[in-house]
């Protein structure tokens, strides 16, 4: 029955591709901003480019920049401690190692 089940969802999950494309939508006011360019050109899937003032839109660009930087710190320090690096020391007082 499992198996039934997986056969059927990956069946219905390739026929999307034979779905035509959706008409494109019309130019935004942040259309010709950087980050706009071809061949996919400006893509807003959430359609938070048509939220808010300048202020807003400002304050999303400097979260996403923000947030990029944290993701990539992030996957930094996951890739050097699987490579085998550990901070020396302990980091409490009951003497547990970076190490252990």
């Known amino acids: 029955m499992a198996k039934l089940a997986s056969i059927v969802l990956a069946l219905a999950a390739s026929a999307g591709a034979l779905v035509a494309p959706p008409a494109p939508k019309a130019a935004t006011r942040l259309s010709a901003t950087e980050g706009a360019s071809a061949p996919l050109g400006f893509w807003d899937p959430a359609g938070l480019s048509e939220l808010g003032s300048e202020r807003t839109q400002a304050w999303f660009k400097a979260a996403e920049t923000k947030h990029g930087r944290v993701a990539m710190a992030a996957c930094t320090g996951w890739i050097v401690t699987e490579l085998g690096f550990r ?14």
């Open 87 to 100: 901070w020396p020391g302990a980091y409490d007082l009951a003497g547990n190692k970076w190490a252990d």
